[in-house]
């Protein structure tokens, strides 16, 4: 079982599930290394695709003689 330091404690469980041992030097077992990390990239394409959307929506009003909010 892998054993990571962490605020002078020891991590011996996954500190997402507490169920399995942790394997990565954040504290995570294997699966959810792994179920975080694609959270991660479907939260930053996510983020991508509103941040895309706003844009669009900003032109728009430039085209259309608005003011889009916080602009």
């Known amino acids: 079982m892998a054993v990571f330091p962490l605020d002078?404690?020891?991590?011996?469980a996954c500190v997402r599930c507490d169920e399995q041992p942790?394997?990565?030097?954040?504290?995570?077992?294997?699966?959810?290394?792994?179920?975080?990390l694609l959270e991660?990239?479907?939260?930053?394409?996510e983020l991508g695709a509103y941040l895309f959307n706003w844009a669009l929506f900003s032109e728009w009003c430039d085209r259309n003689g608005r003011v889009?909010?916080?602009?």
């Open 8 to 12: 002078d404690e020891l991590l011996t």
């Open 40 to 45: 991660v990239h479907v939260g930053l394409d």
């Open 22 to 36: 942790a394997v990565d030097e954040l504290g995570y077992c294997g699966h959810c290394h792994w179920i975080s």
């Open 68 to 71: 889009a909010p916080g602009g």
